[in-house]
C-alpha cells in the first residue's frame, strides 16, 4: 500500500508497505480523509520534541471498515472516525475511565505509525461509528472531542458564563459545545479577524481583544461578576496565568493547552475565589460520541474551519506549502480515493 513517511525533520516520502491484517480485537481501516494539525506540523518541523523517525504522521483519520479480525462487531463498509489515543485499559487511569490519560498512551502519528497510509489497523474499541457524516468533515472531530472534553471537565451548565481564551480550532470547539450545554459564551483573543470570525459564526454573547485590557471589557461584559468558567486553549503562558485574575467567585478555570513552562498564581487571589483548577488532556470515547452525535444533529457546525484540501496523491507538495507560517492553514484536510 502507499505510505508517506516523514523519515527526517522536514522530509516526507513516498513508500510501499504491506497492507496490514487485523488481529483478534482488531480493525482494518481504508483511510479516506486524514486532517492536518500542528502536532504533525511540529513533527515535520523537527520541533516535537521526543519525536522519533522515520514515522508516519497522520492521528485525525476518518475511513471505512475494510475487514475485522476475530472478536469484532461492527459490519464491513462501516464510516468510521479512529480515536488516535490508544490506551492500555489496565493502568490506574484506564481503570477509572480515563483512558484519556492512560500512563501508557500511545498515539498514532506521534508514538506508533499514524494513517498517511491506505490501510491502517486499529483496537475495535478505537473506532466510532460516523454514519450519516461526509468525511472530510470528519477530519474536525479530533479538534470537537478535545473541546467537548474541556466542557465536561468543567461540567458547564446553562447558569454559566464561559470565557474562551484562543480562537484556534480547539478553542472554536470548545466555544460550541459550551453553547450546546446552553452557557453564555465570550471569545478572547488578540487577533480581532478571530474575533470577527467568531461573531460572523457562532451566537456569542461578547468578544475580548486579548491585546487590550482584558478585566475591563470582562468586567463590562459580565456586569462585574466575571465568567464562571475560564477555558485555556492558547497555549500562552500569560493567557493561562490571566485566568486567576479574571473568573467569578466559586468559578473554575480548564487548562486545555500545554506548555513547557511553569504556571504560577497568587495564592491569595487564589483561595479568596474558592477557585477550581482542572487540566483536559485528549479526550475520551464519550467525548467522541457526543461530537458525532451533534454533528449529525446540527448542533454543531464543522464547515468552518477546513481551509485547505489535497489529494493524497500530492500530499508531499501541498504539506510543504501548508506548513509555512503565512500559509493562512486553520485546518487542511487530505482525501483519499
Ligand atoms: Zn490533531
Ligand atoms: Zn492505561
Redesign the pocket.
Known amino acids: 500500500m502507499n505510505t508517506i513517511v516523514c523519515t527526517k525533520p522536514g522530509l516526507l516520502e513516498h513508500t510501499l508497505k504491506d497492507k496490514p491484517s487485523p488481529l483478534e480485537g482488531e480493525v482494518l481501516v481504508k483511510i479516506k480523509a486524514i486532517g492536518v494539525c500542528g502536532t504533525d506540523i511540529h513533527a515535520y518541523g523537527g520541533n516535537q520534541p521526543y519525536f522519533q523517525y522515520p514515522r508516519v504522521l497522520g492521528h485525525e483519520l476518518s475511513g471505512v471498515i475494510e475487514s475485522t479480525g476475530k472478536g469484532t462487531s461492527i459490519e464491513v463498509g462501516s464510516p468510521v472516525y479512529i480515536i488516535p489515543y490508544l490506551?492500555?485499559?489496565?493502568?490506574i487511569?484506564?481503570r477509572n475511565g480515563k483512558?484519556n490519560c492512560?500512563?501508557?498512551?500511545e498515539v498514532l502519528g506521534v508514538h506508533r505509525d499514524g494513517g498517511m497510509c491506505e490501510y491502517l489497523s486499529v483496537p475495535e474499541s478505537a473506532v466510532v461509528c460516523t454514519e450519516g457524516l461526509e468525511f472530510n468533515d470528519m477530519a474536525v472531530i479530533e479538534c470537537l472531542a478535545i473541546g467537548a472534553h474541556s466542557v465536561s471537565r468543567a461540567k458547564i451548565t446553562s447558569e454559566d458564563t464561559v470565557l474562551i481564551l484562543g480562537a484556534g480550532p480547539i478553542g472554536m470547539g470548545a466555544l460550541q459545545f459550551a453553547q450546546v450545554e446552553g452557557a453564555k459564551v465570550i471569545v478572547s483573543d488578540v487577533r480581532q479577524d478571530k474575533l470577527d470570525f467568531c461573531k460572523a459564526h457562532y451566537n456569542v454573547f461578547g468578544t475580548v481583544n486579548a491585546a487590550e485590557d482584558v478585566n475591563a471589557q470582562l468586567a463590562i461584559l459580565t456586569e462585574g461578576e466575571f465568567p464562571t468558567v475560564i477555558i485555556d486553549c492558547t497555549g500562552n503562558a500569560k493567557a493561562m496565568e490571566s485566568s486567576f485574575y479574571n473568573l467569578a467567585h466559586g468559578g473554575r478555570i480548564v487548562f486545555v493547552s500545554v506548555i513547557k513552562a511553569d504556571i504560577t498564581f497568587s495564592d491569595p487571589e487564589f483561595h479568596k475565589r474558592e477557585t477550581t483548577l482542572l487540566g483536559s488532556r485528549n479526550a475520551t470515547l464519550d467525548d467522541f460520541q457526543h461530537v458525532v452525535k451533534c454533528l449529525r444533529d446540527g448542533t454543531v457546525k464543522c464547515d468552518s474551519f477546513v481551509t485547505h484540501t489535497a489529494k493524497f496523491e500530492n500530499l508531499i507538495n501541498s504539506f510543504k506549502e501548508w506548513v509555512k507560517p503565512d500559509s493562512g492553514v486553520i485546518k487542511a484536510v487530505i482525501e483519499m480515493d
Open positions: 490506551h492500555c485499559g489496565k493502568c487511569a484506564c483512558t492512560c500512563t501508557d498512551i
